[in-house]
């Protein structure tokens, strides 16, 4: 690092234990990529805390379908070497193949909405998701050391990331509905392919075969 963090980070000295829980935790989640050569994987679950009303008039209540989106790190760092319009692009292909395989599923599976919990909201507001504030707990907290951490390890920049910009680096949460994921990507193809790397020293994450993100 050549300067000091703008936000608390763990130590670098840090940095191996929170990639093996980084890998230890999608396994353990059952993240999968919603398609192959994307950035971008799902966790189907259901909503567990109190009903939420999205932008849109759309309620999710306890216990409905939802779906956790969740950032590939290592695919996402390959992909943006070749510049952050390519990863853009191909986060919103990926979009359109979620939008895909939900009109494939049957009433009681389909999620309702689409959530997440990143430093990266400002990303997802552009993409049409709505961003809220996460009450600041002692776990959201020791989340965002863990978050900010990853964000190190996996950024081009390293732990110089960390002294971009202004302000706190916090997590928000990222909400989207079905029926928001469907008017704006609906009718966008999901079949763009990932890049090819030429180049020596790099390669794409593997991923699985191409096919819904339930395994079916």
Do not use: K
Not at 66 to 80: E, F, K, W
């Amino acid at each position: 690092m050549t300067g000091r963090p703008r936000v608390a980070a763990p130590p670098p000295l840090f940095e191996p234990f929170v990639v093996l829980i980084e890998l230890v935790e999608r396994r353990l989640r059952r993240i999968r990529p919603i398609r192959r050569g994307g950035i971008l994987g799902l966790e189907l679950g259901r909503r567990r805390g109190p009903a939420v009303t999205l932008r849109d008039g759309t309620s999710v209540d306890s216990g409905d379908p939802i779906g956790l989106i969740h950032l590939d790190n290592r695919a996402a760092r390959t992909i943006s070497a070749l510049g952050y319009g390519t990863a853009g692009r191909i986060g919103r292909a990926d979009l359109a193949a979620l939008a895909s395989w939900a009109r494939r599923q049957a009433p009681g599976r389909r999620p309702v909405a689409y959530y997440g919990e990143t430093l990266l909201w400002p990303y997802a507001v552009r993409e049409g998701f709505e961003a809220r504030d996460r009450r600041q707990t002692v776990g959201v907290r020791v989340e965002d050391l863990y978050l900010r951490a990853l964000m190190a390890h996996w950024s081009r920049d390293g732990w110089r990331r960390l002294e971009c910009g202004r302000g706190e680096l916090r997590s928000r949460e990222v909400w989207a509905s079905d029926a928001a994921i469907q008017r704006r990507f609906g009718t966008v193809t999901g079949t763009l392919p990932g890049p090819r790397l030429r180049r020596r020293g790099h390669r794409l994450l593997r991923t699985t075969p191409d096919r819904p993100a339930d395994g079916r």
